[in-house]
T-cell receptor, first 115, second 115 residues
Framework: AQSVTQLGSHVSVSEGALVLLRCNYSSSVPPYLFWYVQYPNQGLQLLLKYTTGATLVKGINGFEAEFKKSETSFHLTKPSAHMSDAAEYFCAVSGLLNTGNQFYFGTGTSLTVIP | GAVVSQHPSWVICKSGTSVKIECRSLDFQATTMFWYRQFPKQSLMLMATSNEGSKATYEQGVEKDKFLINHASLTLSTLTVTSAHPEDSSFYIC???????????FGEGSRLTVL
């Protein structure tokens, strides 16, 4: 079984400041981890994913995340926030990427960027 | 990345009518598609898993007679909200899983308002 916990339903940062969105997972099998971004009234867009290999993964829009097995975490970071980063962010975990496995989503973190 | 298209993006209907939402994978084949419901400021709630050529698997608490799902081809799944009521008003999102990589791609979402 898999689950995801996103600490902090709302995060506010100043423009240019570091963005840190937290995600912890639980998985009985090697996890595949994802971060998605959702803008108002839109679907989800994949930011980045970890499947195997390098534990620091880089995604679009300057975001990156590090898979830390010992901490069961996959926190999302960006060195310098931009106004356009304001959105809802979802962390997700899956088992093997075959058609039978579901994605389990966290409850989401709303990011506000203060000018 | 792969493209998943949902139609319509917005729909307003009268109580008691039925509404069909289409989800198409435009440039890949998807044997599995998922339908989610999202309430304001909340995460995605998985409603059902749709497999091409077979009956959908509904999550606990989701009325299969209320939310009819058809996955007639490898590129199209439809969700029909039958005899819609105001409480069915929500944002519905589909996703499609690529058979090649197992990645999940999301549609843009469909906002249903039932008057």
């Amino acid at each position: 079984a898999q689950s995801v916990t996103q600490l902090g339903s709302h995060v506010s940062v100043s423009e240019g400041a570091l963005v840190l969105l937290r995600c912890n997972y639980s998985s009985s099998v090697p996890p595949y981890l994802f971060w998605y971004v959702q803008y108002p009234n839109q679907g989800l867009q994949l930011l980045l994913k970890y499947t195997t290999g390098a534990t620091l993964v880089k995604g679009i829009n300057g975001f990156e995340a590090e898979f830390k097995k010992s901490e069961t975490s996959f926190h999302l970071t960006k060195p310098s926030a931009h106004m356009s980063d304001a959105a809802e962010y979802f962390c997700a975990v899956s088992g093997l990427l075959n058609t039978g496995n579901q994605f389990y989503f966290g409850t989401g973190t709303s990011l506000t960027v203060i000018p | 990345g792969a493209v998943v298209s949902q139609h319509p993006s917005w729909v307003i209907c009268k109580s008691g009518t039925s509404v069909k939402i289409e989800c198409r994978s435009l440039d890949f084949q998807a044997t599995t598609m998922f339908w989610y419901r999202q309430f304001p400021k909340q995460s995605l709630m998985l409603m059902a898993t749709s497999n091409e050529g077979s009956k959908a698997t509904y999550e606990q608490g989701v009325e299969k007679d209320k939310f009819l799902i058809n996955h007639a081809s490898l590129t199209l799944s439809t969700l029909t909200v039958t005899s819609a009521h105001p409480e069915d008003s929500s944002f519905y999102i589909c996703s499609a899983r690529t058979t090649a990589t197992g990645e999940l791609f999301f549609g843009e979402g469909s906002r249903l308002t039932v008057l």
